[in-house]
């Protein structure tokens, strides 16, 4: 079921998140002059039938960027491209960590370089993660901008600077670091994921977000929120008490700051690993 995320005005770019988590990610950018995918970890059938749940065509893909090359994330590409003649971009590295992908036509990029992806200018930041050269974006077009970071332990620097003031905020937050320590993950896992090459935290992500966050910023996105080891409504409360928004629920699956009726309100919300989300 399509589950839009409505503004009052309409705006160039808007965000598809497919799904996001451990189990797989993708998500669309949809701009003037079609969708550019962000990852594939799905398979060719789950892309097109969450894309399709969403009322987009794979027709209008004219691009497909990665973050980086763990398998959550590029399983479904080497299928993806057999019925896709559009251009590849990874960062330099990246698709030579994977034998499947270094045989593709990618064309890479140094973190921190700017790409001109259809229509689109994206800025591209380094990440923290455990892998070669993982990298974040801000996709700019006509005065609108969205961010996007997730598998990263750290927000650093470039990150913070290009995720800050965009409208559509896709952050990280996937774990509660209090039920990550007393859960079933082995310790060197749950170690691996605190660390600044890991995940970053619901607490992170918070402490983060009033540094982020404008006027202009209308929806925030707690992305990749771990199923063992966090709850939607755990991410959704610790951004939202970083910024004084009011939850929707009791359940905490969204929260709303009312900024007056001359400015839209922020809105806060959860992605999820089975249900594709529209943000427009």
């Not at 451990?22 to 789950?46: H, K, T, V, Y």
């Not at 969450?50 to 794979?58: I, T």
């Not at 935290?201 to 992305?223: D, F, G, W």
Request: aromatic share 6%.
């Amino acid at each position: 079921m399509k589950q839009p995320v409505a503004t009052p005005f309409p705006r160039p770019l808007h965000l598809h998140i497919l799904g996001s988590g451990s189990q797989g990610n993708c998500a669309l950018i949809e701009g003037p002059q079609g969708l550019i995918m962000i990852d594939d970890g799905f398979s060719r059938r789950e892309v097109l039938t969450r894309m399709h749940d969403l009322d987009l065509n794979e027709d209008d893909v004219r691009a497909l960027i990665l973050t980086h090359e763990h398998s959550d994330h590029v399983s479904g590409v080497s299928v993806w491209v057999k019925r896709f003649d559009g251009p590849l971009f990874a960062s330099s590295g990246t698709a030579e960590a994977r034998k499947y992908l270094a045989c593709l036509p990618f064309e890479t990029f140094m973190p921190g370089e700017v790409l001109e992806v259809a229509g689109v200018r994206v800025e591209t930041f380094p990440t923290s993660h455990d892998v070669v050269n993982p990298v974040g974006f801000r996709f700019s077009c006509n005065g609108d901008s969205i961010g996007y970071a997730t598998d990263t332990g750290t927000l650093p620097p470039g990150a913070m600077r290009l995720l800050a003031d965009v409208r559509i905020l896709a952050l990280e937050s996937n774990h509660d670091v209090p039920m990550l320590r007393t859960g079933s993950y082995p310790r060197y896992l749950q170690d691996r994921i605190i660390s600044e090459r890991g995940h970053l935290s619901n607490a992170q992500a918070a402490e983060a977000l009033p540094q982020l966050v404008t006027s202009r910023t209308e929806h925030v996105i707690a992305m990749h929120i771990s199923q063992e080891n966090n709850r939607p409504s755990l991410a959704v409360r610790a951004l939202a008490e970083a910024v004084g928004a009011q939850l929707d629920d009791e359940l905490g699956s969204s929260a709303t700051l009312d900024r007056g009726s001359e400015k839209p309100a922020l809105r806060i919300r959860s992605a999820g690993q089975n249900r594709p989300i529209s943000i427009f």
